[in-house]
């Protein structure tokens, strides 16, 4: 298989689909890889580093597009992108769809198929795909909030920790999975007050476990997401149902009642967000200001630390990528997980909750490969 990777072109997205050392594992295999020119720029990987690994370099993103038979990325495709996708190639990347309808319009016409890392699953019932950009933005969450709670940035002004003799911040959690958890493991390892909330026992169980007596855990009634809010100095936005677009937990009605210059950071924002108030910002400008209450809303948050997030994102994409382009379509009929991760196939949504979240028709992709 021919596999194409085009330089991610997203506001301030550094990281890039393969690195030359996932490059050199599809080479290994047999395949050809077509690497835009720049495209490992953000992570320090030159076109020689692909070169090396066996990669020819195309000079334009058009060229991949139009060769590949896989594109590989990191983001979802941007309006420029879905018009050079086309019937018979298959795209693997995160997608967010359920609170993107233009982009799931585009991608339908393009006759694209479409597997989205963030709905791939495993036998444990996690997302493995996902897994390793949630722990990178629950770490990042916490290193936004402690830089927006500086005054000059226009927060309360509290350090995360506190001091000897002054008590430190409080950070509330909502949604205890792989962002809640890195959330959690930062602001207490800083010093901070942290309380996760979800609604999932088993996982507080979990967490309980996890953190011995450090962090405080909550049941997420109404009630408890109301007080944990109203206290906190910052309020990390963590809550996921997958494919779904994310429940809006936090309502504006709450924010007058909320500390003035607390911060809300919203990661669940590439589903839509789980506070009412939120919208997507970038990191050129990624916090804006609602009722007093700071909001950092960014939807590719690992994109600041490409180097990290690339090596990560590529360890856990690897072997779904190898499948991908050994059999094609026939694996995505052999392996229910990765067949979890088909969202558009031949012109339709292919994903139930993507297609309840969009309000169209669901079109079930078993027998895909038929
Ligand atoms: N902004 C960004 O750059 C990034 C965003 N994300 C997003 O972060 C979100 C969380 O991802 P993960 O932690 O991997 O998901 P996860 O599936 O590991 O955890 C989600 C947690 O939310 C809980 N939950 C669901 N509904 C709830 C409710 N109503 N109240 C309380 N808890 C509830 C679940 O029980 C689960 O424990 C996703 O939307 C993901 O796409 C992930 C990486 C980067
Ligand atoms: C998960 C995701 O959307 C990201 O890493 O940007
Ligand atoms: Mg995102």
């Given amino acids: 298989m021919l596999v194409g990777v085009p330089k991610e072109i997203k506001n301030n997205e550094f990281r890039v689909g393969l690195t030359p050392a996932a490059v050199r594992e ?41 060769l590949a038979d896989m594109v590989v990325k990191v983001k979802e495709p941007q309006p420029s992108e ?4 086309h019937e018979g190639q ?14 799931a319009r585009g991608l339908m016409a393009s006759g694209v198929t479409a597997v989205a890392y963030e709905t791939v699953t495993d036998a444990q019932g996690g997302l493995p795909l996902l897994a390793p950009m949630s722990e990178v933005a629950g770490r990042l969450s916490i290193q936004a909030a ?61 967490l309980d476990e996890i953190f011995a007596g450090r962090v405080r855990t909550r049941y997420s009634t109404i009630d408890a997401l109301e007080e944990e809010v109203i206290a906190a100095d910052a309020v990390i936005g963590a809550v996921l149902i997958p494919g779904a677009t994310a429940p809006k937990l936090v309502t504006r009605a709450m924010l007058p009642k909320m500390k003035r210059g607390a911060v809300l950071v919203d990661v669940a924002i590439d589903q839509g967000g789980c506070f009412e108030t939120s919208h997507a910002t970038t990191h050129a400008d990624p916090t804006y200001v609602e009722d007093g209450v700071i909001h950092y809303c960014v939807a590719n948050m690992p994109g600041a ?4 997030s690339s090596h990560a994102l590529n ?23 990765l067949r979890a991760g088909l969202n558009i196939h031949r012109g339709r949504v292919a994903h139930r909750a993507v297609a309840e ?3 169209v028709s669901f079109a079930d992709p078993v027998g895909i490969a038929a």
Avoid at 27 to 55: F, K, N, P, Q
Avoid at 93 to 100: G, K, Q, R
Avoid at 197 to 202: G, K, V
Avoid at 325 to 336: F, K, Q
């Fill in 90 to 103: 298959i795209l693997f990347t995160y997608l967010h769809l359920a609170p993107d309808p233009d982009q």
């Fill in 315 to 337: 360890h856990a994409t690897l072997p779904f990528g190898l499948a991908l382009a050994g059999e094609g379509l026939a694996a995505l009929a052999r392996d229910p997980h």
């Fill in 82 to 85: 879905w018009a050079q996708l």
């Fill in 26 to 66: 599809y080479v290994a295999r047999g395949h050809r890889v077509l690497v835009e020119t720049g495209a490992g720029d953000g992570i320090g990987a030159g076109d020689e580093a692909y070169v090396a690994a066996g990669a020819a370099i195309a000079s334009q993103a058009a060229e991949v597009f139009a």
């Fill in 146 to 206: 402690a830089t927006a709670l500086q005054k000059p940035n226009g927060g309360r002004g509290i350090l995360l920790g506190g001091v000897p003799g002054v008590a430190p911040a409080r950070v509330a959690v909502i949604g205890g999975g792989v962002v809640g958890l890195h959330a959690a493991r930062m602001a207490a390892g800083l010093g901070a007050e942290v309380t996760i909330l979800d609604r999932s026992i088993p996982r507080l169980r979990e």
């Fill in 357 to 359: 979240a969009l309000g």
């Fill in 305 to 308: 630390v490409p180097l990290t």
